[in-house]
């Protein structure tokens, strides 16, 4: 009889509290000149609008509502940007007060909302991360000196492909690529390669990092309803803090060995990577840098810069072999600058304007991350006379934004040539093309994705022609999408190797 007391008592509490959030959305709502947006539900708001792809559902929203839209998502309010220009307002005019973001629940495991340079508030411990980042692995200096590292991995994944070319063997084009970013990671983090092509290991790590990336971008119910935080009802925080611990067990037991090797003799070869660095800079007692402070960048660093680059490539691949002339334009351009024998060198990408085209189209189409990493408002602020109100969630649509038909032209279909046109980069200046954000809070692995990207793609077209798996036909390339933080392509892209004659 307790336990049924108690069970009612507790509906009756969560009745109360609905209740509530409703009466506080409506007096809210009524005190704010809000954007326009759909009419909310009483007590949920406008959450069952999101659906299965929130990208896609918000970007025809925006179609009736405009490109700065008001949404109710339980008690959480959430302004949703669609175009250039209120994109512009949002991370360059206000980006001062747009720069913090807010505290979701699924970044709350062992405090990373509190510790990660991607979470953390604007201020000085941002500051310090950031500077860290910039200077020991993303200055233009530093990318300069590790070339011969990501020529190593490169030619790695062309003797992959070139062996399955041999044998005839299938390949996945987006593990292969994800091996690939990994190990590029792994190897400037830690000077070990995690992964070998085709390996068990490289798949449980893509399960750990593709996971944090889906789970850490799905909407999330006790975001909405904070009193839910410890039900959990969707478990989201549960298996986020799994996949950290996963993480945290790799980055202690290398750590720990590396403070062990520290203290051999001077003679023992020092190691050249960002964890020395870092270890280096916390030893430094001025640098106010911890051990939990080192495991949270590394989880930033390694997860991000591994996922990102290889779901673009991935989606570069598939816009590639489902358009077979753009892939013809895109290795004859190789074949005559390069030349076929010859491996693609960073110093060549400045050359080879049709490749660069091919990535711009894709980060245009297939954004990885679809709607960015979202801010929060610090004050009230008006906004093309509206009114955006304190702790407000801010979402940029970059998807909505790549598909707009008042900017692109033909905007469903794949056309590299479009940017052989027009000046339009990607380095957050130009905000019809944001694919890693701009402001203050713009991707601080732009840099490196830049360069990893090209001559990944580069690499598997160069030297190779490509039949999908099955004797399947271009137009029967299955393009559903996987919504999380990053974009994945649902059904892998499978497809065997042959020598260009």
């Not at 949404?71 to 669609?82: A, F, H, P, Y």
């Not at 403070?259 to 960002?274: A, C, H, I, T, V």
């Not at 960015?372 to 906004?383: G, L, R």
Request: proline share 6%; charged share 25%.
């Amino acid at each position: 009889m307790d336990s049924i007391q108690t069970l009612l008592l507790l509906l009756l509490l969560i009745l109360c509290f609905a209740i509530w959030v409703y009466a506080v959305q409506i007096r809210h709502r009524n005190s704010y000149k809000l954007p326009p947006g759909p009419k909310p539900f009483p007590i949920i708001g406008n959450i069952f609008e999101l659906g299965q792809n929130p990208h896609k559902s918000l970007a025809k929203l925006s179609k009736i509502y405009g490109p700065l839209m008001s949404l109710k998502l339980g008690s959480m309010t959430t302004i949703v940007v669609s175009s250039p220009e209120t994109a512009k307002l949002v991370l360059l005019k206000y980006d001062q007060n747009f720069s913090d973001r807010p505290t979701l629940n699924a970044m709350r495991p062992f405090d990373h909302h509190k510790l990660s340079v991607a979470w953390v508030p604007v201020g000085n411990k941002w500051r310090k991360l950031r500077k860290i980042c910039k200077e020991q692995m993303f200055s233009v200096l530093r990318l300069d000196a590790s070339q011969s590292l990501r020529k190593e991995k490169l030619q790695q994944l062309w003797d992959y492909v070139n062996d399955c070319c041999t044998s005839g063997e299938v390949v996945d084009i987006g593990r292969a690529a994800f091996t690939t970013s990994m190990n590029l990671m792994s190897a400037t983090l830690f000077s070990v390669d995690f992964a070998a092509f085709g390996s068990d290991s490289s798949r449980e790590f893509r399960e750990i990092i593709q996971g944090i990336m889906a789970l850490a971008g799905k909407p999330n119910v006790t975001d909405y309803f904070p009193i839910l935080q410890t039900a959990d009802p969707q478990g989201i925080f549960r298996e986020i803090k799994h996949y950290f611990e996963k993480c945290f067990e790799i980055f202690d037991e290398i750590i720990n060995q590396r403070m062990q090797e520290r203290g051999l003799p001077s003679d023992f070869p020092s190691k050249n990577d960002m964890l020395e660095a870092l270890i280096d800079l916390k030893l430094k007692k001025e640098t106010e840098l911890n051990f939990d402070d080192i495991k949270h960048l590394l989880l930033n660093l390694f997860v991000a810069g591994t996922d990102t680059s290889s779901v673009t490539v991935e989606w570069a691949l598939t816009e590639l072999m489902l358009n077979p002339g753009k892939m013809l334009k895109a290795q004859n351009e190789l074949r005559n600058v390069i030349g076929q024998i010859e491996q693609v060198q960073e110093s060549d990408i400045s050359k080879l304007p049709y490749l660069r085209a091919v990535i711009k189209e894709t980060f245009r189409l297939h954004p990885a991350a679809p709607l960015s990493v979202p801010h929060k408002a610090k004050e009230d602020i008006e906004i093309q006379g509206y009114i955006v109100p304190k702790d407000t969630q801010t979402i940029v649509n970059i998807w909505a934004i790549g598909r707009d038909s008042s900017v692109w032209s033909e905007p469903d279909l794949f056309m590299p040539e479009r940017f052989l046109e027009q000046e339009t980069d990607f380095h957050g200046q130009h905000f019809e093309l944001i694919p890693f954000g701009g402001g203050r809070r713009i991707c601080l692995g732009l840099p490196l994705a830049n360069r990893t990207v090209h001559l990944m793609v580069a690499t598997f077209i160069h030297n190779f022609d490509w039949k999908l798996e099955g004797g399947l036909k271009p137009g029967e390339i299955d393009m559903t999408e996987n919504f999380g933080l990053t974009l994945q392509k649902a059904t892998p892209l499978k497809a065997v190797p042959f020598k260009v004659m």
